[in-house]
Protein backbone atom coordinates (compact mmCIF):
# COMPACT_ATOMS: atom_id res chain seq x y z
CA UNK A 1 0.00 0.00 0.00
CA UNK A 2 1.18 3.44 -0.64
CA UNK A 3 1.59 5.85 2.13
CA UNK A 4 0.24 9.18 1.83
CA UNK A 5 3.98 10.90 1.70
CA UNK A 6 4.21 8.54 -1.18
CA UNK A 7 1.02 8.91 -2.85
CA UNK A 8 1.68 13.24 -3.06
CA UNK A 9 5.28 12.75 -3.79
CA UNK A 10 4.21 10.74 -7.06
CA UNK A 11 1.40 13.33 -7.94
CA UNK A 12 4.24 16.52 -7.72
CA UNK A 13 6.62 14.46 -9.91
CA UNK A 14 3.69 13.64 -12.29
CA UNK A 15 2.58 17.96 -11.88
CA UNK A 16 6.20 18.66 -12.56
CA UNK A 17 6.22 16.42 -15.07
CA UNK A 18 3.64 17.85 -17.50
CA UNK A 19 4.69 21.52 -16.53
CA UNK A 20 8.04 20.53 -17.76
CA UNK A 21 6.52 19.40 -20.85
CA UNK A 22 4.47 22.42 -21.38
CA UNK A 23 6.56 24.61 -20.41
CA UNK A 24 9.33 23.02 -23.26
CA UNK A 25 6.87 22.95 -26.25
CA UNK A 26 6.21 25.77 -28.64
CA UNK A 27 3.24 28.40 -28.33
CA UNK A 28 0.11 27.79 -29.10
CA UNK A 29 -1.69 29.70 -31.75
CA UNK A 30 -3.81 31.51 -29.32
CA UNK A 31 -0.86 32.44 -27.81
CA UNK A 32 1.04 33.30 -30.66
CA UNK A 33 -1.99 35.56 -31.47
CA UNK A 34 -2.31 37.51 -27.68
CA UNK A 35 1.03 38.07 -27.30
CA UNK A 36 1.15 39.85 -31.01
CA UNK A 37 -1.84 41.48 -30.13
CA UNK A 38 -0.58 42.94 -27.33
CA UNK A 39 3.12 43.88 -28.76
CA UNK A 40 1.19 45.47 -31.41
CA UNK A 41 -0.87 47.91 -28.99
CA UNK A 42 2.42 48.04 -25.87
CA UNK A 43 5.40 48.46 -28.26
CA UNK A 44 6.95 50.15 -25.05
CA UNK A 45 6.95 46.71 -23.30
CA UNK A 46 9.75 45.55 -21.99
CA UNK A 47 7.96 41.59 -21.66
CA UNK A 48 4.95 40.24 -22.77
CA UNK A 49 4.47 37.11 -21.75
CA UNK A 50 1.48 34.83 -22.43
CA UNK A 51 0.42 31.14 -21.21
CA UNK A 52 -2.74 29.01 -22.01
CA UNK A 53 -3.86 27.68 -18.53
CA UNK A 54 -6.74 26.16 -19.92
CA UNK A 55 -4.58 23.10 -21.08
CA UNK A 56 -4.30 24.22 -24.67
CA UNK A 57 -7.82 24.74 -25.89
CA UNK A 58 -7.97 28.21 -25.62
CA UNK A 59 -10.31 28.29 -22.87
CA UNK A 60 -8.37 30.41 -20.47
CA UNK A 61 -4.90 32.72 -20.55
CA UNK A 62 -2.60 34.42 -18.30
CA UNK A 63 -0.74 37.43 -19.80
CA UNK A 64 2.05 38.94 -17.79
CA UNK A 65 2.73 42.58 -19.28
CA UNK A 66 6.09 44.91 -18.05
CA UNK A 67 5.30 48.33 -19.90
CA UNK A 68 6.41 52.08 -19.07
CA UNK A 69 2.77 52.86 -20.59
CA UNK A 70 1.41 51.84 -17.48
CA UNK A 71 3.38 54.40 -15.73
CA UNK A 72 1.26 56.67 -13.18
CA UNK A 73 -1.58 54.42 -14.16
CA UNK A 74 -3.66 52.27 -11.17
CA UNK A 75 -4.24 48.70 -11.58
CA UNK A 76 -7.78 48.43 -12.45
CA UNK A 77 -6.83 51.48 -14.92
CA UNK A 78 -4.10 49.06 -16.11
CA UNK A 79 -5.94 46.14 -16.52
CA UNK A 80 -9.00 48.41 -18.76
CA UNK A 81 -5.54 48.77 -21.34
CA UNK A 82 -4.91 45.38 -21.93
CA UNK A 83 -9.22 44.08 -21.66
CA UNK A 84 -9.70 46.96 -24.37
CA UNK A 85 -6.64 45.38 -26.42
CA UNK A 86 -7.88 42.44 -26.27
CA UNK A 87 -11.35 42.68 -26.72
CA UNK A 88 -12.18 40.62 -29.54
CA UNK A 89 -10.42 37.76 -28.38
CA UNK A 90 -12.05 38.24 -24.81
CA UNK A 91 -15.62 37.27 -26.64
CA UNK A 92 -13.95 33.70 -27.05
CA UNK A 93 -12.56 33.13 -23.69
CA UNK A 94 -13.93 31.47 -20.71
CA UNK A 95 -11.08 33.46 -18.32
CA UNK A 96 -8.43 35.88 -18.56
CA UNK A 97 -5.70 36.38 -15.49
CA UNK A 98 -3.72 40.07 -16.12
CA UNK A 99 -0.62 40.88 -14.37
CA UNK A 100 0.64 44.63 -14.91
CA UNK A 101 3.91 46.42 -13.98
CA UNK A 102 5.97 49.51 -14.71
CA UNK A 103 10.01 48.36 -15.31
CA UNK A 104 12.05 49.00 -12.65
CA UNK A 105 14.86 51.44 -13.63
Not at 53 to 68: K, L, Q, T
Amino acid sequence: MLSMSGFLLRNESILASKYVQRFLSSNTNGELRITRILKERFPQATSVEVVDISGGCGDMYEVHIESVEFKGKRTVQQHQLVNQALKDEIKQMHGLRIFTEVPKK
